[in-house]
């Protein structure tokens, strides 16, 4: 049996939270071709029973801290890349890869490390081999892989690699258990995706979600939750005219909702002025953000 915690680190939009939710087959990490969506360490446990469990861990892209949000965020990187017995370097390959390389060199990663090339879908073969070239050359990467997280080319010989990797081990959770976060947060977190989904530019920044209430019933799950905003006039494009978008908000959340939890949901959704509540200690603890 083997068993380890294996971080996925790289810039923002690399490709990191579709990579979990590939592997694990299951939506546990919300995805968006926004920056920053990411903001919690999520783990995520993939396991087959008798023979090996990897927890995985997704983490907010590599970024300069600019608010005390930030700052959480790399405290989760940072987390994760202190229990890691095997490091995912998770670059786009359309991307800048000296500056994917510089970021990964400054990691000092002294477990080993295995540079995942991810999107190779939208290059063609020689740009491929020339970016498997340029890491394989590089001293930290052990191994250089080549996949397409969100049409799961690949991801299978990642999975192999990754065990090879692995320390010999008894399993960390239950086999048949996907994550250790609570179902409070996936919930929370579906919401919030839809929020980068319908709004363009810095709106989605603004926002937090709270789950305020999870009551299961006879035949559906109550949920009651708050859109958390710093300003009256957020607030206000978030309702939209005649509460329009605060619907559509509601109605795409509770479907995905549904579909995560298998029950039929009521969700209900208030939006809330919390003035500076990304720079506010209390506020962050609430929300979640350790
Ligand atoms: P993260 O910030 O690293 O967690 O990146 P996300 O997982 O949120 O993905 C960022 C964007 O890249 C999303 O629009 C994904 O759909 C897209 N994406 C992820 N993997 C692939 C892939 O293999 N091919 C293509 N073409 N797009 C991908
Ligand atoms: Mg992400």
């Not at 939506?27 to 087959?48: D, E, M, N, P, Y």
């Not at 995905?256 to 039929?264: H, Q, T, Y």
Request: with cysteine.
């Amino acid at each position: 049996m083997k068993a380890g915690f294996v971080g996925i680190f790289g810039k923002p939009n690399a490709g990191k939270s579709t990579l979990l939710n590939t592997l694990l087959g299951e939506k546990l990490a919300i995805v968006s071709s926004k920056v920053q969506t990411t903001r919690h360490r999520i783990k995520g446990f993939l396991s087959k029973p008798g023979e090996y469990q990897i927890v995985f861990s997704d983490t907010p892209g590599i970024i300069e801290a600019k608010y005390k949000l930030h700052e959480k965020m790399m405290g989760a990187v940072k987390s994760a890349l202190e229990d890691a017995d095997v490091a995912i370097l998770l670059a786009d390959v359309t991307d800048d890869l000296e500056s994917c390389d510089a970021l990964f060199q400054s990691l000092h990663l002294k477990v080993p490390v295995i540079v995942v090339l991810n999107k190779k879908d939208k290059v063609g073969k020689e740009v491929l081999q020339n970016a498997i070239h340029f890491f394989e050359s590089k001293p930290y990467a052990k191994k250089v892989l080549a996949i397409a997280a969100l049409q799961q080319q690949k991801t299978d010989e990642l999975v192999n690699s990754i065990v090879d990797f692995l320390p010999e081990g008894a399993p960390f959770y239950p086999e048949d258990e996907l994550s250790d976060l609570p179902t409070r947060f996936f919930v929370s977190e579906l919401i919030r995706e839809k929020i980068y989904t319908l709004f363009e530019e810095e709106i989605p920044y603004h926002v937090a979600v709270l789950v305020n209430e999870f009551k299961e019933k006879e035949h559906l799950i109550k949920i009651q939750a708050d859109i958390i905003v710093n300003r009256d006039t957020q607030k206000s494009i978030i309702i939209g005219h005649q509460g329009n978008k605060i619907k559509e908000i509601g109605t795409l959340a509770r479907k995905d909702i549904e579909a995560f939890l298998g029950r039929k949901v009521f969700l209900e959704l208030f939006v809330k002025v919390r003035p500076k509540w990304r720079d506010n200690d209390l506020f962050l603890k609430e929300f979640g953000y350790h």
